[in-house]
């Protein structure tokens, strides 16, 4: 079975830092490009970023560009998100998700979220 | 960057059927996703590349994409359906690839 279990999030000031984790489990993990979603309260989906199966290749949000940054650790199974220079807009449930196919990204499973605040 | 428009909601009777579009510019031209949200929880997947259909959503879920508009049907609508639904593609052609849609409220009255 599938899982993915999202950690890291908290209440952090404007301006500070979180690296959140996602520990993945019930497939090969290295085989597969993941990304991150978030969702604000209240509003829609927003895609955060992505990376390959391997991690040679990064995609990002134009929101999140320069502040954020993915990674992976295949040894370890785990999905990383490092975010920076954080504002009130980037309050949100973030999502890991994977990806089962390419060249099309889209996510066929979903962790159940961690939430970031972002308040002073 | 692509934009995806939905209509904030979708309203329907049990037993009729539902359908629920995304426009976006020749969006025939990309594979188009959907996603069934309902409250406190996490998205499922429930068409993928256009009209494809993992295998535990019924089949009463079809999807479909021409010219400018993407449409998830639903057919024989349940009181379980009620939930937001989000089209989503990858623009490959964009430094932004990633794009889903402002999402739409389905009620089943």
């Known amino acids: 079975e599938v899982q993915l279990l999202e950690s890291g999030g908290g209440l952090v000031q404007p301006g500070g830092s979180l690296r959140l984790s996602c520990a993945a489990s019930g497939f090969t993990f290295s085989t597969y490009p993941m990304s991150w979603v978030r969702q604000a309260p209240g509003k829609g989906l927003e895609w955060v970023s992505s990376i390959s199966s391997i991690g040679g290749v990064t995609y990002y949000a134009e929101s999140v560009k320069g502040r954020f940054i993915i990674s992976r650790d295949n040894s370890k199974n785990t999905l990383y998100l490092q975010i920076n220079s954080l504002g009130v807009e980037d309050t949100a449930v973030y999502y890991c998700?994977?990806?089962?196919?390419?060249?099309?990204?889209?996510?066929?499973?979903w962790g159940q979220g961690t939430l970031v605040t972002v308040s002073s | 960057s692509y934009v995806l428009t939905q209509s904030p909601s979708v309203s329907v009777a049990p037993g009729q059927t539902a359908r629920i579009t995304c426009g976006g510019n020749?969006?025939?031209?990309?594979?188009v996703h959907w996603y069934q949200q309902k409250p406190g929880q996490a998205p499922v997947l429930v068409i993928y590349y256009d009209n494809d259909r993992p295998s535990a959503i019924p089949d009463r879920f079809s999807g479909s994409n021409s010219g400018n508009t993407a449409t998830l049907t639903i057919s024989r609508v349940e009181a379980g359906d009620e939930a937001d639904y989000y089209c989503q593609v990858w623009d490959d052609s964009s430094d932004h690839p990633g794009v889903f849609g402002g999402g739409t409220k389905l009620t089943v009255l």
């Open positions: 020749n969006i025939v031209t990309k594979s």
């Open positions: 998700a994977k990806v089962p196919t390419w060249p099309s990204y889209h996510f066929d499973y």
